[in-house]
């Protein structure tokens, strides 16, 4: 949706008496902003819905005031699902170049917002270098970064964590992770699960606590969080540390503790005017997933729900793209707003450009069809049109309007890869004396002669 | 389920003076045939409950007496949900050898039953070569072999069809796709749709039916099929004909038309004992999947349904595997029982062995995340033994219960190649300082020991 990088906008118009303040704080004061119209136009909406919807905390707009090269975009029930995508390299390759083409093809492929989990190399290189050449909002997970900076994770102390969430936000994060539900009291609800906690973020924070003995830092320093993501408008993604890691773990009560933890957290971020959206998980078996988004939507007053999937079987390492993107339809379906991909390699291995390609598609499906599953605006034409063009065996149209042409294009050629092929009725899938859509054509055409003959019989017959 | 050949049972028990009749004659006799026998074994389940499902036409064990490497499987929904993987050369190639490799190919991942679709080369060898080699209940749609006799589709007879029924009957094909649902009266329902007929069966008799001005022989000679299914214990897959090819053509008057005759054409079938199971869509959004397989079981009276996919969406042509594997997880989740895959090369070209690994392992993921959805029995037991083995970086372990061991091992051992890696507590996905499971152990660790040091300090005091 926001891959013309070519009119991006200059917003930042948002200095009232020199002092910026959130997206939320303008909406609730009436003020429509530039990024608002922005989202308005491309969301086909009235600029007065989203206003009204961002100052209930339902819709948010990612934009941190220093990340110049965004083209805005929102968040919520009331405009279209979005997908995220998880770029970044890990300590052993470490590589720049190699992220922005991660960036660029995610972009183009669709993802409407990425996250840069980078966790080896020149850290806030990397994120410099995604963020300046990013039209779509960047979020990032500090904690990740505090763990470089530190010997053993129980080095980590308060402050170090604050100056790294506003080193972040200085740069032009959009949106950061930050688990602060994950509370200490909660932390033996999680001793009877078979993986234990699979947030890495919140591994890291109870392993802190645990050792410590202490309550977790970003639970006890919420307010000076707010303070920075207030100062910069960053959207504080807040982030479900004990969610469940396979279907047996499930709708736990360690997992809908750390939910009740993150509906008053959500309060408080409201009463500051900082935007918020509730990570959600992970693993769900099917039928869990309707319970699961209601339950968000009801405990967060309906703040915007980011799903991680969920994957809804725990058997296929090297299909997880799929297994999740079955769970993310369905909780797009009952209303989750963002939905995180999940690439082939989840499980094995860090995502290379092809494991990006696969889990961007995944989750274009996963959305659209979400989409017009809920009955969202026009989002069935596509596929209208697609479905037109496949019934008139024009194969360039059908490629040109399909996610993912290149591979659509290819996989026909294979078998018929001449040009005079691209109106041919018939692939090479049924062959022309099998192709079912060519047989109805064929008796369409039958009829409609038929019809001529008639008519022109009864003239005759009428002017004898 | 069906894939070790080593033990094929011999069955074909199931003369009683010297006729042989169908499961379900028997079933409605009280009599438990050895085919049943070794379904309850296999599902688990008690050989009655099998006996009295086949007798209220509610499972279906195809086996035609002829298949006679069949290892019986049931289908319906007492037992575990089923997947289909269509096999079979176009007119442009035919290769015995590459069809029999997809079928060994198909088996060993999973496929349940496969499907000849075969249009091309000598289409009575092919068939006989991959019903000798197939452990799984092969089916056929006759009508294809029919056509390829003819010069004009118009020129087909209602003898022609039979014959081909029988011959076909004969060689042990254990279920047929006859689509004898699509009536001459309906044909006027599709005008008004943007791709019109996308059955080939049902495209082939409308044809048919236009230039004749005649009702489809398959329905004027229904009372003849059902004899020749009786007689090999033929199971008829009732074909929808008229199913919709694209979500705007969804759940129209043509598709319910046909849902109605295809339900009366249940009755006659169980009023003489033959098995049969009811196609059904195609293309249908999310919303109303629940819908449509709630409207087949209350008119079909809950006879097996088996879905073909339905794709969520017609945007994703080369990810048709996704788009569908979707909306099959929600069909077997509300109650279908047998899930026909579509491969990546649905609507591009005819699929190969690569296209036909892809197809089967989305299904199984769609069979099994159903299965476990629906409760059905331990279904789960499997996606938590290897939670546990991630948990325990078992790797080996890991891939060993997955769905396709090869390809998981493969992304692994991409960064990870060494067996050493093996027993590593992470992998290159976050590598060791990141990994969440890793830091839940070293966590665990550090709990318990301190426990042990407190028990220990405490045991010190009392003996003091």
């Known amino acids: 949706m926001n891959n013309d990088s070519s009119d991006v906008k200059t917003f930042l118009k948002r200095s009232f008496s020199g002092k910026t303040i959130s997206q939320m704080y303008y909406a609730k004061r009436n003020h429509i902003t530039e990024e608002m119209k922005y989202v308005a136009e491309i969301e086909n909406e009235d600029p007065e819905v989203i206003r009204q919807e961002i100052a209930l905390g339902k819709l948010i707009i990612p934009s941190n005031i220093n990340h110049t090269s965004l083209k805005p ?11 995220n995508a998880n770029i970044g390299n890990s300590a052993v390759t470490s590589d720049i ?53 530190v ?43 078979i993986t234990g906690i699979v947030s890495r973020g919140g591994s890291i924070l109870a392993l802190w606590m645990t050792k410590h003995k202490k309550q977790n830092p970003l639970y006890e320093h919420y307010d000076k969080i707010l303070e920075i993501a207030r100062k910069y408008d960053v959207t504080l993604s807040l982030g479900d540390g004990l969610r469940p890691g396979c279907l047996a773990d499930a709708s736990d009560e360690a997992q809908f503790a750390e939910l ?20 959600g998980p992970g693993h769900l078996p099917l039928d869990q997933i309707e319970m699961n988004v209601k339950k968000e939507q009801e405990i967060c007053k309906e703040a915007p729900f980011y799903v991680l999937g969920p994957l809804v079987t725990d058997i296929a390492p090297g299909y997880d793209h799929i ?4 769970g993310a339809t369905m909780a797009g379906f009952h209303g989750a707003s963002l939905l995180c991909y999940v690439t082939p390699k989840e499980h094995l291995g860090l995502p290379e450009l092809e494991d990006v390609r696969q889990g961007v598609i995944a989750y274009r499906i996963a959305a659209h069809a979400a989409d017009v599953a809920r009955g969202y605006k026009n989002s069935r034409d596509r596929d209208d049109k697609l479905s037109k063009a496949r019934f008139e065996f024009d194969w360039d149209r059908q490629f040109e309007l399909s996610l993912d042409p290149e591979t659509a294009r290819r996989m026909h050629d294979e078998t018929l890869p001449h ?39 009864k003239l005759e017959f009428g002017t004898k």
């Not at 308060?158 to 959009?174: F, N, R, S, Y």
Request: proline content about 4%; glycine content about 6%; overall charge negative.
């Open 73 to 83: 975009m929102g968040v919520g029930k009331k405009v279209s699902i979005k997908i």
């Open 97 to 149: 170049d190699n992220e922005l083409h991660k960036l660029n093809l995610a972009v183009k492929f669709g993802a409407d917002t990425v996250m840069d989990l980078s966790t080896g190399g020149d850290l806030n290189k990397i994120r410099e270098a995604i963020i300046k050449a990013s039209p779509v909002p960047v979020g990032t997970v500090p904690i990740y970064q505090v763990v470089t900076e």
């Open 151 to 193: 010997k053993k994770i129980e080095d980590i102390t308060p402050e170090l964590l604050l100056d790294i969430i506003e080193l972040q936000a200085k740069q032009g994060v959009d949106y950061m992770t930050v688990h602060c539900g994950v509370l200490y009291e909660y932390l033996p609800l999680v001793k009877n699960r």
């Open 260 to 279: 009740e933890t993150l509906g008053e957290l959500t309060q408080r971020a409201w009463e500051k005017d900082v935007q918020v959206m509730i990570e």
């Open 323 to 326: 297994t999740s993107a079955i």
């Open 419 to 457: 040009q005079a092929h691209k109106q041919a009725e018939f692939c090479s899938m049924c062959g022309p004396k099998f192709c079912s859509m060519h047989i109805t054509r064929e008796m369409n055409r039958f009829l409609e002669k038929q019809e001529q003959d008639e008519l022109a019989s």
